[in-house]
């Protein structure tokens, strides 16, 4: 099933949207609650994040497979349970659920990232018994980890992985209309592999195609200026705050 973004309720309201990367985590740990409250206070509406699994399959709030970065010690995710997990001291909290998120901040729309292939039945899970269907957009760098999701939750929207991003962008530039499976939105750096992805013409060919453009990751005011001055329809960024400030300036 593919859903034009128009008629998705989670592309409803005022563009250019303010994506918060992994929430607001210039005074909290990223990937946290005090994170994402943090967000909500600035007024964002819009959180992207990550699931990574536990040991015993439970789809955790996580970037990074390892625990080093985030927590400074040895290990895997995948190693602990998710009560085990809640435990580990990232910064004054431990690790939450995906679950546990979208049911405490029920008013944000999520940009799930899905890290984990062993992630993926509980992500189902957690979206079907919240009833998150329409405040959900399912990604992956991983085409096959985003369609093995989608197969499983039909009704949200989703963004392309990498490799499908590379074979529009190439067929966009080569004149012919790419096959969109199931994606709504295009979630890309503003330049990959030295290459512009993001300029007045190309964003103009992307909305063309029905889909939007969210440019990753920008923290720099005129940087968010200069693209929204392009017309992309949101920025991902660690500084919401200032986004924030950009967007309703």
Do not use: C
């Not at 909305?207 to 200026?225: F, K, P, Q, S, Y």
Request: hydrophobic letters at 45%; aromatic letters at 6%; a neutral charge.
């Amino acid at each position: 099933m593919t859903f034009r973004v128009d008629s998705h309720p989670y592309f409803e309201g005022s563009r250019p949207r303010v994506f918060a990367h992994r929430g607001l985590h210039t005074e909290r740990p990223e990937n946290t609650r005090g994170a994402f409250a943090a967000a909500l206070a600035v007024g964002v509406t819009y959180i992207e994040t990550d699931v990574v699994a536990s040991r015993d399959g439970v789809a955790m709030i996580a970037h990074d497979l390892k625990l080093d970065r985030v927590a400074g010690i040895r290990g895997r995710v995948g190693d602990f349970t998710a009560a085990e997990l809640a435990d580990i001291d990232l910064g004054g909290e431990g690790f939450f659920t995906l679950r546990e998120a979208l049911t405490e901040f029920p008013t944000i729309r999520f940009n799930i990232d899905v890290k984990d292939a062993r992630a993926i039945d509980d992500v189902v899970a957690a979206i079907t018994e919240t009833n998150a269907n329409d405040r959900v957009l399912v990604s992956s760098f991983s085409a096959r980890r985003r369609h093995a999701t989608l197969a499983r939750l039909p009704k949200v929207a989703s963004s392309a992985a990498s490799t499908e991003f590379l074979r529009i962008f190439a067929a966009i530039r080569l004149g012919n209309t790419p096959p969109l499976p199931q994606i709504q939105a295009l979630q890309i750096p503003a330049s990959a592999y030295g290459i512009p992805t993001v300029t007045a013409e190309l964003v103009e060919k992307y909305h063309r195609l029905g889909l939007e453009v969210h440019v990753w990751t920008i923290n720099d005011e005129t940087a968010m200026r200069r693209l929204i001055g392009l017309g992309v329809d949101g920025i991902v960024t660690d500084r919401a705050d200032i986004a924030m400030r950009v967007v309703n300036s």
